[in-house]
């Protein structure tokens, strides 16, 4: 799918320019030429990348950047001034570069693609943060969603909460008492048989008996 850049430039000659080498890159293209239009125009343009101009008619790049922090999206900003003290101030309000003008367009390009790439791999780690694969199952636990052979299996809020935590502490003996505590809590008035009745089904579900091991007299572990 084709990355949105949205360009706030006032001058409308560099916006051109901008515009016409982004399009040749195949991103979806808008130019916004003042600050507050281009605040409203992330609402519904919804860009992967935002190329900001430090100078602008009604309020100045810097403000922008700080209003745009919230949607947590690439910022570089443009500016014709060589100061470092405006470069140190557009990064600690959290830009991702600065390019002075005038610029060769083609490393305008290189550093927008760098900063998509940072991105995409922020994205990509936090994403793997929150699942844990196991074999051929996979839990996500974002959406409390369990796959196996990426066919979603459908289990009770129990089941999940039982897999969910075995799976953190897989190989590890839990005994029945640990499991109680930490997926029952303290308060829950059952007794071990509660625990052998949700391991029962959770290898039914899985179609996994082996997953699961009985570690006689103590609990269960989850090999993994």
Known sequence: MNKRILIIEDEPDIARILKYAFAKENFLVRCEECGMSGIEAVKNFMPDVVLLDVMLPDISGFEVCKNLMKYKIPILMLTARNDIVDKILGLELGADDYITKPFDIREVITRVNVAL??????????????KIIIGDIIIIKKSREVYK????????????DLLLYMSENKNRVLSRDQILIKVWNYDFEGDWRTIDVHIRRLRQKLHCEEL???VFG???ILKG
């Open 117 to 130: 790439r940072r991105i995409e791999r922020i994205i990509n780690k936090e994403e793997e943060s929150e």
């Open 149 to 160: 052979n990426n066919e979603l299996i459908k289990l009770k809020p129990k089941e999940y």
């Open 212 to 214: 699961i091991e009985t």
């Open 218 to 220: 103590i609990g269960y």
